[in-house]
């Protein structure tokens, strides 16, 4: 059973940084894309960034040269390097596994941007 669980989360002044990590369990890794998501109060679920097996990146523009997704297949886990953080952001970030017949969901960490 594939098992993803979220990490890093926390409160953070307006222009910090946090570094979210998801450990995967249950599953070959490194054959797999991963992502992150974010959902904010009263909105929909929004792709943040993917990572593909090979490494590929892809962000979404409104985190585009602020936040680094990266894989490490080593220790099964995705990271979300996040800078320059804004009230924006304020959501909760869950991270996916997807195996293209099914997609898998961590349970999210709450990251509040905020003075």
């Known amino acids: 059973q594939v098992q993803l669980v979220e990490s890093g989360g926390g409160l953070v002044q307006p222009g910090g940084s946090l570094r979210l990590s998801c450990a995967a369990s249950?599953?070959?890794?490194?054959?797999?894309?991963m992502g992150w998501y974010r959902q904010a109060p009263e909105k929909q679920r929004e792709l943040v960034a993917t990572?593909?097996?090979?490494?590929?990146?892809n962000y979404a523009d409104s985190v585009k040269g602020r936040f680094t997704i990266s894989r490490d297949n080593s220790k099964n886990t995705v990271y979300l390097q996040m800078n320059s953080l804004k009230p924006e952001d304020t959501a909760v970030y869950y991270c996916?596994?997807?195996?293209?017949?099914?997609?898998?969901w961590g349970q999210g960490t709450q990251v509040t941007v905020s003075s």
């Open positions: 990572i593909t097996s090979s490494g590929r990146t």
């Open positions: 996916n596994q997807d195996q293209i017949v099914r997609v898998y």
């Open positions: 249950g599953s070959i890794f490194s054959i797999y894309a």
